[in-house]
């Protein structure tokens, strides 16, 4: 498969409008002030009203924080099937008018240079083909002073009993049957490069910037043991985040 065909299959069958309500079932195992905890932490020294490009929207979680943060959020997202379950969520909390949602992609941002005072990034670099197009876009529409905050992860070896508790959690939350990540992914799996959070502070110093910080411990700040557990380990978390000099 080309690039193009890779996101474009991505789009269509593993960001559709049912992995997108898929997707969301999982606000329930995630914890909100844990995700804020961290965020807070990546962005600091960004104010409140300051504006915020988000590489990868999906179903809003993410937006939904950052917007009751104070900022002003500019989010993107490959799938409008995502994107639709965005906004719902967003005008269900009150939030859709401190946000602008639209459809794009991370390894080509529609946005001129210095536009944002942060880019933020959570679970999107591993399912991009060309993943470090994705950060050099990112350091290119940061104005000088702004905090680029990537969180992205990797996947780790299961046995059989952690991957089958894993997958009877997705069928309970979700729905989907044991196997479809198999099968989604059989045809283009080795073209998502999954680069490491050391490759992640690699590239954003090749673009410019100067890393402030690299997690590797996040799982334990934001969702914590128990989700991970239900997940059947098969998933952790790091993130990374810089600063454009001045």
Not at 24 to 33: M, T
Not at 88 to 107: K, P
Not at 164 to 192: E, H, I, M, S, V
Request: charged fraction near 25%.
């Amino acid at each position: 498969m080309s690039h193009q065909e890779v996101k474009q299959f991505m789009r269509s069958e593993r960001w559709n409008a049912s992995n997108a309500k898929a997707y969301d079932a999982y606000r329930f195992l995630s914890k909100d002030q844990g995700w804020r905890n961290l965020l807070r932490g990546m962005l600091q020294g960004v104010p409140s009203g300051a504006t915020v490009l988000e590489m990868g929207a999906g179903t809003g979680f993410i937006t939904s924080i950052l917007a009751a943060e104070g900022y002003q959020v500019l989010g993107f997202d490959l799938s409008e099937d995502m994107l639709d379950r965005a906004r719902q969520n967003l005008a269900d909390r009150g939030l859709s008018d401190r946000v602008s949602l639209r459809q794009g992609d991370a390894e080509s941002v529609d946005l001129p240079d210095s536009t944002v005072d942060a880019v933020v990034s959570r679970w999107v670099l591993w399912t991009l083909p060309r993943p470090r197009l994705a950060i050099a876009e990112a350091a290119r529409v940061l104005k000088p002073g702004g905090i680029a905050a990537f969180i992205d992860g990797r996947v780790l070896s299961q046995g059989w009993a952690a991957r089958w508790r894993g997958q009877l959690t997705d069928y309970f939350l979700t729905g989907r049957k044991p196997g479809w990540r198999d099968a989604c992914y059989a045809n283009f799996d080795d073209q998502l490069p999954r680069i490491s959070a050391e490759e992640v502070a690699e590239c954003l110093t090749e673009q410019g910037l100067e890393v402030r910080e690299v997690n590797t411990d996040v799982d334990r700040i934001t969702d914590g043991p128990v989700r991970s557990w239900l997940m059947g380990g098969g998933w952790t978390s790091h993130a990374v985040s810089a600063v454009k000099p001045i």
